[in-house]
């Protein structure tokens, strides 16, 4: 009788190969701007996406469909892609990563809030989560950033909650400012020359019309700004 052949090892199937794959830094990019755009309430079509991540479309596209196949995200006609439950998890993971070193590399390593996020962004990737965990427990487990963005929280929940920004208030309303964006070193420098950091009070003294400057009280002192830079600070109500 023939010696029986050795049985072949099963290959893994494609999907489930790719859904243990390690993700490179590119698609984590991707998942993070796509959670933004979301939590903005915009399409995170291929359009928006090139925008923010400075890409062609065409890379877009292709990255999306990578995406797709790996079940982080739904590509939806007319809108494009939209995180799953999976892929929501990683952009948040991600985030939270990012929020922390920069909370460790201001609170501990004595960094500038206005210089801080290109090295948080280099580091993330690299960075365990255990380790991140470490940071945020010796910082007493903070709840939002030295910009005033929530952290994401170790079991993937955070504050979603949509603010208005400061371009949105009313001419003689109070506001108390919750957070900026830490994506421009000199915006943040120039906010921090004004006295316009998270906790700070703030009135809307006047508009110019046809999207003119804004006149705004911080404290004692009033500060023309432009409706750009306004529109790049989101404020909560002024009794909080």
């Known amino acids: ?14 999907r489930a190969a790719s859904s243990h794959a390690t993700l490179t830094r590119q698609a984590e990019d991707y998942l993070k701007v796509i959670y933004e755009i979301e939590r903005d309430g915009d399409a995170a079509g291929t359009t928006a996406i090139a925008a923010r991540l400075g890409v062609a479309a065409a890379s877009v596209s292709g990255m999306v469909r990578r995406l797709a196949r790996q079940g982080l995200v739904a590509v939806e006609r ?13 952009a948040l993971q991600m985030i939270r990563r990012h929020r922390i070193l920069e909370s460790y590399l201001v609170t501990r390593l004595g960094f500038g809030w206005d210089g801080v996020h290109d090295e948080a962004e280099r580091l993330e990737h690299a960075a365990s989560a255990q380790l991140i965990d470490a940071m945020a427990a010796a910082l007493g487990d903070p709840a939002i950033d030295p910009h005033g963005a929530p952290i994401p929280r170790a079991d993937g929940t955070v504050d979603d909650t949509r603010l208005r920004s400061l371009d949105d208030l009313a001419v003689g309303a109070a506001a108390r400012v919750a957070r900026m964006s830490d994506r421009d070193p000199s915006l943040l420098r120039y906010l921090a020359e004004l006295g316009i950091r998270p906790g700070a009070s703030v009135r ?9 400057p804004l006149t705004v009280a911080v404290g004692r002192a009033r500060h023309v700004i432009g409706a750009a ?3 790049r600070v989101w404020v909560t109500d002024g009794r909080r």
């Open 1 to 14: 009788m023939p010696a029986s052949r050795p049985a072949k090892a099963r290959s893994a199937s494609p």
């Open 78 to 90: 007319y809108r494009g892609a939209r995180l799953t439950a999976r892929g929501r998890r990683v």
């Open 204 to 212: 809307l003294v006047d508009r110019a019309p046809f999207d003119g």
């Open 229 to 231: 830079v306004a529109r």
